[in-house]
């Protein structure tokens, strides 16, 4: 996440720096702060080398160290591979730090039993669309084998899978996402599709070469 124009920023460089105000060679990965006139500063420069850093990983005593210090920075490092600046964390406060490592440890068990019953909640979602998912493959395809349609929708509708059961398109039940995950089906499991692939047979070549059977099968699966 990208901090906003309004946040103090510490940069880690990637690069030699030099210290604009007090000249001292900072070398590579420095953490420096950016000053229009002289450039690159040190922390002791910028005064802000009394503040202790808190790595990202806890959103709660984040938000906590945040709230608590008066004086705060965010630290920023550059990713190549995502060509962004990338939070690393802050700079806060040693008392404020303190305080809010204390609230923290007190109601842990607190904030895990929430976290566990959002969990429960997305889950329940979860299950629910797959059901939903489901009820509509048997809508448009009546004849499938017994219980098929919860098998596709259980495997289209993977969380995290990038599968078209997750797509927006799906979640609103659209004919077209749901053939689609239909298709995927049947191309693999009731035609031999697979074994071509294993054959070394070109993924779009192995596809044309069961495609009347793939539409064999949605046409049976269809009928009323």
């Not at 720096?17 to 040190?42: F, P, V, Y």
């Not at 109601?107 to 979860?126: H, V």
């Not at 077209?176 to 089906?185: E, P, Y």
């Amino acid at each position: 996440m990208a901090a906003n124009e309004q946040e103090l920023k510490v940069f880690i460089s990637g690069r030699d720096s030099t210290c604009g105000e007090c000249n001292e060679e900072l070398g590579r990965s420095a953490w420096i702060t950016l000053a229009e006139a002289q450039g690159a500063l040190c922390l002791s420069c910028s005064d802000l080398d009394h503040l202790a850093f808190l790595p990202t990983g806890s959103a709660a005593l984040t938000r906590r160290a945040k709230k608590y210090s008066t004086l705060w920075a965010v630290v920023l490092k550059w990713s190549r591979a995502r060509k962004r600046y990338e939070r690393q964390g802050l700079l806060v406060e040693e008392t404020a730090l303190q305080r809010a490592e204390d609230e923290c440890s007190k109601d842990e068990d607190e904030r895990a039993a929430a976290r566990a019953r959002a969990a429960e909640r997305r889950t329940a979602l979860d299950s629910e669309y797959v059901v939903r998912f489901a009820r509509r493959i048997r809508e448009l395809f009546a004849n499938c084998p017994p219980n098929r349609e919860a098998a596709i929708a259980e495997h289209a509708c993977q969380k995290y899978s990038n599968r078209v059961g997750r797509s927006a398109d799906a979640k609103a039940f659209d004919e077209d996402a749901v053939r689609l995950a239909v298709i995927a089906h049947v191309r693999h499991v009731e035609t031999g599709y697979d074994g071509l692939l294993v054959q070394g047979v070109p993924r779009e070549e192995a596809r044309r070469r069961v495609a009347g059977e793939v539409e064999s099968t949605l046409r049976a699966w269809s009928l009323s």
